[in-house]
């Protein structure tokens, strides 16, 4: 009892020595952003307990932390004898940062509590109220310079985006330029030229067919003429006379016509065609059909006599005349030849034109392909930048996400530290067990006896012995103190329940 008083009076006596310690706490509640997500986007996806452990070490970094402790004169004692890492490393441990859970998974958080614990209340009710309002704020720069690092980054993809698109288009305004005539929009346009020009190479034909046949007419009529200039017993006109015969005539128009044919052939096949082939084996034919006739209506070798003047006069006048036809239907003739060939030369370019068609479009596709993708990529880039800079003006206007103060900080009236009560009902438990060991340990080594059967079993024979206590004046002082010591720890244990229970049920 002595030892269990002794260490309950001891403890109560160091408990009553301990500084008083409170704690002020405050409720920080997560507000989600006032307009809705389907109208902006947020460009901040973190979850919130993420966003909170990056924003507690930021809160207590070593120069935020050394700036409050500088402004409320914090740990002025420790300040002296202990380096500034232990000051920062003290305060650390005396604020606490408490999520509150937003559901029963324990995924999300809907609040926290912030503390500190000093010895000064209203020192620990301001410390808190600095803390939670850095929380704040924190939270509001770390949200608005992410949203204005989000817009920054993504203008500069629009512009780079805008950039290649440019130049795609730039590379399809030349590819259209070099290619002019052979893209594919321009097949149908093609088409319809060749068409027309088909039509004017068939007109062309036709007229130097017709020309060829006039100039063999003229030809035939002035070898007529000459040959009755040789003749001298007829004196006839060049109206009254056939100048040639009608076999030799025939011969000459189904040439000139075989010919025409063998032109307007050439402008639709290959040499190698079955009816051109064809015709150059009439051609030939008739040639030499031509040239027989013309050996068979040779002129005859006399000399005939001259005609008269008169007669003569209107012979020359009447050759000169179908001379001068013939030179007309020479240049008219070179003419259509020229036009001829200058369409055949255009329809060559247009053929070629619509042979490139297929591979320029195939060409045509791979950078049109590419400018869809660019053009898709920059319109999804843009689209993203105005939504960031919603969500940036949103971020600025304190619109969006935010920590709002609930519950300010308290102001507190009662010890948190130490617990006097809880510490004195260990001390009197310890005493109770030192008292309980150190009685055993005297009682082991002092071997008393406690029977009779004990002291014949100690002895070999039986004494019989009668001591009465007699108690030295030592022993009696201290029986004395301990019997006062006793009376002492029993008042003031039966005096401080009624205290430590009022004190408990506070707390």
Do not use: C
């Amino acid at each position: 009892m002595l030892i269990a008083s002794t260490v309950a009076i001891g403890t109560a006596g160091v408990l009553m020595q301990l500084p008083n310690r409170y704690t002020s706490e405050a409720t920080l509640l997560v507000v989600q952003q006032q307009v809705p997500e389907r109208y902006v986007s947020s460009t901040t996806t973190t979850a919130v307990s993420e966003a909170l452990q990056a924003m507690t070490q930021e809160v207590l970094s070593r120069a935020r932390l050394q700036a409050i402790i500088a402004e409320f004169n914090l740990y002025p004692d420790k300040r002296e004898r202990l380096a500034p890492e232990r000051i920062i490393e003290a305060m650390r441990n005396d604020i606490g940062i408490q999520p509150l859970q937003g559901n029963s998974d324990r995924r999300s958080v809907n609040s926290f509590k912030i503390s500190f614990t000093t010895g000064i209340p209203d020192v620990a009710q301001r410390v808190t109220s600095r803390l939670a309002s850095l929380f704040i704020a924190e939270n509001l720069k770390t949200r608005a310079d992410q949203a204005t690092n989000t817009t920054e980054f993504l203008s500069a993809q629009v512009v780079e985006a805008q950039t290649k698109l440019i130049n795609q288009e730039t590379r399809i305004r030349d590819f259209k330029m070099r290619h002019l005539g052979e893209l594919p929009e321009q097949q149908q346009g093609n088409l319809a030229i060749l068409a027309g020009l088909q039509t004017q190479l068939q007109n062309a034909a036709a007229a130097l067919s017709r020309a060829e046949q006039q100039r063999v007419y003229l030809e035939s009529l002035i070898r007529g003429f000459e040959t009755m200039a040789a003749q001298s017993d007829a004196s006839v006109t060049a109206s009254e006379i056939s100048p040639v015969p009608g076999p030799i005539r025939d011969a000459q128009v189904e040439l000139a016509r075989l010919l025409a044919e063998r032109r307007r052939l050439a402008s639709i096949y290959t040499a190698s065609h079955p009816d051109l082939i064809q015709n150059r084996t009439a051609v030939e034919r008739a040639e030499a059909n031509l040239a027989r006739l013309q050996a068979e209506q040779a002129p005859p070798t006399e000399v005939r006599q001259p005609r008269q003047a008169p007669a003569d006069n209107r012979q020359e006048a009447t050759l000169a005349q179908v001379r001068s036809q013939l030179e007309a239907n020479r240049v008219e003739t070179g003419n259509l030849s020229r036009d001829y060939q200058n369409i055949q030369a255009a329809m060559e370019k247009y053929q070629n034109r619509l042979n490139q068609t297929p591979v320029r479009e195939q060409q045509l596709a791979t950078v049109l392909r590419d400018h869809e993708l660019l053009k898709k990529d920059y319109e999804e880039l843009l689209r993203k930048k105005l939504e960031a800079e919603l969500a940036t003006n949103l971020e600025k206007q304190q619109a969006g996400q935010q920590f709002r103060m609930v519950d300010a900080p308290s102001l507190p009236t009662v010890p948190t530290s130490p617990k006097r009560v809880r510490l004195s009902l260990f001390g009197i438990l310890g005493g109770v067990l030192l008292g309980v060991v150190a009685a055993f340990l005297v009682d082991i080594k002092g071997r008393p006896f406690y029977s009779e059967k004990a002291v014949t079993e100690r002895f070999a024979r039986t004494p019989v012995i009668g001591i009465p206590v007699l108690r030295t004046r030592a022993e009696r002082r201290v029986r004395m103190w301990g019997r006062a010591l006793e009376w002492a720890g029993g008042t003031v244990l039966a005096a401080a329940a009624p205290a430590l229970h009022s004190a408990t049920t506070r707390t």
